[in-house]
């Protein structure tokens, strides 16, 4: 029995260590190869001591300064397209979870069903409506876009969290005199924080690496990290793989801290409504 | 306590102001004097950094005008380039077109050039090779200037050739074969060394071997496989070499940047890249071969030698004006001036592949370039793998898969000419 018990474990042990060795190695090849002199980071046999070096991320500052201005256009979208999304999201929860009519279940359906479409469905109509707009290359389609596409899935996570608040909070706060707008803003959206956070978190993470829309919708002034990490994989005078390693590190590094560190509110979201009834 | 009161009004009243807001934005950024450019980095790299410096200075100060480039990799840029084109108007005016993408359909969406040659021609026109500017001519009009080309050659590893008892690299494609399989061994570092690494995925290599026997995959004319026995030997080698062992094992996934880190690290003796990869190759930072990686023309197969010409690969990549865009005199005259024999000789140097046959011939250029007479030698008789035309990224997609079977061994190379023919046929124009 105890031979079974120490059998169960060592082999869950060995599980969890694949896992984080198929999880891990990736990253860890990136991050070592951008602080390896250039001619090991392919070598055969491979290299796992050498003395590191900061080579590729001068070179990357020094010969795609653009990358650091696509961080930058990253981050304005990643922000703009989560506080909007959190606002509509919270809003609409709030309609979903407070009233009943058939055109709300009519429209929840649709939520769903806007889910169902391939972006690229989405994005090549849009191209010419957009360029007709003059819209074209700016952040503010880049954030309406993103927070158009994670409004239905947020919406429906966040009635998830306001279901739980009780509406004997909303009905003394009208019988105070607050409006909707007031409720939602200091009521409402206070104790559905929790909630927030974790749609932030795919927003967040979803805005931060997306390609397809930065691609088809920007050019130069809006252009983000990721469509500029691809051009270092298609240049014709070779991949210079030690600036694209150091340029993946440092694309990957606020979002994976930001995850390690939001981790509670994203498990939080995934089970929200899990355990209501 | 302050009331926030959000009704159907308000809300829609914030909404339209944000979309008119960010228009407004959008139109105003739109309308400084800006060439906007539609290119590789590469284009913008050869024009604007290295050791010539930055060749549109003159131009953007003579002009009192910004270029501002749109950098895409290659087929994005294309589909980006065909997209902006197709709109009623864009705000781009110059686009980098590349020839394996310049077909009928897509010349029409650009602007005819000959009215602004003829008004305010490029200097030595003549002079920028005739064969890749044909290339760009659709029912008689220009549609797109040359500006940079790739050539392709045989490198190899002199330090591996040597320790082997190689004392020159091949001069006919049978020496090199066998050349190929004396380099695949154990190197004296203890790094196992294949005799040649190619990438499966691109159309450039057996065509190669193809044109090494007389042949090709289709013809400039569009004739499919114009001498089936030449293809069916070209093919019938990179068999050979890969039972050998002196092509990869991993032959069917590797890739175009696996042969420049092969070749770097010492693993592969010979590969097939453009000349333009020898400054890469040897960069004593990212190869163990500095100054050993050396380049040659492709070997000619033993029984052509001396009788035909090889025809060695090119890719070009030319400039071309969006048929929709609002300032066309302004594209053309960015145009005309980059393509102008000083800026032409001075992308060169900044590492572009240089169209003008002169620059080849500029003594201060050949003295830099240790490939100068080489590469403008292959330039001389080189053609494009495959010529453009609607379905040739599916033709090319059919070539390759039945390559990568004759290659692997999986039909034999006779088997494998004729499924390309059949399948190929109907992509083909009437």
Known sequence: ?277 | MTTFKMNRRTALGMGVGAAALATGIGRARAQGKTLNVLAHRVHQASLTQGPAGDLTKAWRDANATEVNWATFDSNPLQDRLFREASLSSTDFGVGFLVNSRATRDAAKLMAPLDDFQRANPIEDFADIAPGLVAAMRFDGKLVSVPFRHATIGLFYNEALLEERGIKAPPQTLEELVDQAKRLTFTSAAGTPVTGMVLASDLSVFPVTFARAFGGDFISGDLKLVPDRGALEKGLATMQDLFKAGALPRTFATTTNDDQVTWIQQGRAAFTVLPFARFAQLNNPQQSKFPGKIKAIEFPISEALRGKVPFASVVEFWAMSILGNARDKDLAWNFIRTMSSKAVTTGAARNGNGPVRVSTYQDPGFAADQPLAAVESKALAGARVPLPAFPEAARAQTIFLEEVQLAVLGRKNPSEAVGAIIERVKPLLPA
């Open chain 1, 1 to 277: 029995m105890r031979a079974d018990r120490i059998g169960i474990v060592l082999g869950k042990t060995a599980a969890v260590a694949v896992i984080l060795l198929w999880s891990l190695f990736p990253i860890a090849f990136m991050a070592m190869s951008s602080l390896k002199p250039a001619r090991e980071i392919f070598a055969v046999p491979p290299t796992f001591v050498f003395a590191p070096t900061l080579e590729h991320y001068t070179a990357l500052l020094v010969r795609w300064p653009d990358f650091f201005r696509g961080l930058w256009n990253s981050l304005i979208v990643t922000v703009g397209a989560t506080v909007l999304t959190a606002i509509v999201a919270t809003m609409a929860g709030y309609a979903y979870s407070r009233f009943r009519s058939p055109a709300l279940t009519r429209s929840a359906s649709f939520l769903v069903a806007v889910r169902l479409l391939p972006p690229i469905v989405l994005t090549l109509p849009l191209f010419p409506l957009i360029n007709w707009l003059g819209l074209s290359d700016t952040h503010f389609t880049l954030i309406v876009l993103y927070a158009t596409f994670f409004v239905s899935l947020g919406t429906l996570l966040m009635r998830a969290f306001i279901d739980k608040i009780p509406v004997e909070l909303d009905e003394a706060a009208l019988v105070d005199g607050a409006g909707r707008g007031t409720l939602i803003a200091k009521i409402i959206a206070p104790l559905a924080l929790p909630g927030m956070l974790a749609l932030s978190v795919f927003v967040i993470v979803f805005a931060w690496n997306e390609f397809l829309f930065a691609f088809v919708f920007t050019s130069t002034r809006a252009k983000t990290a990721p469509l500029i990490v691809s051009e270092m994989l298609g240049s014709f005078d070779g991949v210079d793989w030690g600036v694209l390693f150091a340029a993946a590190t440092i694309q990957l590094l606020p979002i994976l801290i930001f995850v390690c560190a939001m981790q509670r509110h994203l498990v939080a979201g995934l089970t929200s409504g899990a355990t209501k009834g």
